[in-house]
T-cell receptor, first 114, second 114 residues
Framework: DSGVTQTPKHLITATGQRVTLRCSPRSGDLSVYWYQQSLDQGLQFLIQ???????AKGNILERFSAQQFPDLHSELNLSSLELGDSALYFC?????????????FGSGTRLTVV | AQSVTQLDSQVPVFEEAPVELRCNYS??????LFWYVQYPNQGLQLLLK??????LVESINGFEAEFNKSQTSFHLRKPSVHISDTAEYFCAVRGTGGGNKLTFGTGTQLKVEL
């Protein structure tokens, strides 16, 4: 157990729907990062939050949004889902806003859009 | 911006044989370098990292990587692999001068055979 908790582990939904993925960072970590892993794109950075504030943004679609709450857990919202959004979504955390010592990853949420 | 290239998508090797997984990076600034391992249906786990100091870094399970600035490489090696090393290995880079995220390579699938 890495200490980073992601729920749900699996999610199957239809095109056009909206889902919310949840991440609880490791105890004491203030930064949360979201990545999308797909066969054709590899690991793509989506967004980072640090202590409740957006810190960095990557290749995140406008249909996707995220936030970090006062208790430091984070949610990634995916809307108007398309077949191409099917992927593994990982959350990672680190102690600081910089990733000098690397991340700790959760086990991911596998999203299947049908 | 930084980028990472993992030239080999798959590396088959027999048990107890040596292996090298190649990683080259591109950056206009100094970098931190990481290797992560992903076992089937799991998240990524930090294997080892180079931040500064000795260019040869080791993990607890026998892997090592050498930072070579002139060749912009950070290849991962193990002198004798085990079946349990079968996994996907990702190289990642972060610039030291700023930016918070890790940029990952496309991964190398290491398959250890009897």
């Amino acid at each position: 157990d890495s200490g980073v908790t992601q729920t749900p582990k699996h999610l199957i939904t239809a095109t056009g729907q909206r889902v919310t993925l949840r991440c609880s960072p490791r105890s004491g970590d203030l930064s949360v990062y979201w990545y999308q892993q797909s066969l054709d794109q590899g690991l793509q950075f989506l967004i980072q939050y640090y202590n409740g504030e957006e810190r960095a943004k990557g290749n995140i679609l406008e249909r996707f949004s995220a936030q970090q709450f006062p208790d430091l857990h984070s949610e990634l919202n995916l809307s108007s889902l398309e077949l191409g959004d099917s992927a593994l979504y990982f959350c990672a955390s680190s102690a600081h806003h910089s990733a000098n010592y690397g991340y700790t990853f959760g086990s991911g949420t596998r999203l299947t859009v049908v | 911006a930084q980028s990472v290239t993992q030239l080999d998508s798959q590396v088959p090797v027999f048990e107890e044989a040596p292996v090298e997984l190649r990683c080259n990076y591109s950056s206009s600034v100094s970098v931190y370098l990481f290797w992560y391992v992903q076992y089937p249906n799991q998240g990524l786990q930090l294997l080892l990292k180079y931040l500064s100091g000795s260019t040869l870094v080791e993990s607890i399970n026998g892997f090592e990587a050498e930072f070579n600035k002139s060749q912009t490489s950070f290849h991962l090696r193990k002198p004798s692999v085990h079946i349990s090393d079968t996994a996907e290995y990702f190289c990642a880079v972060r610039g030291t001068g700023g930016g918070n995220k890790l940029t990952f390579g496309t991964g190398t699938q290491l398959k250890v055979e009897l």
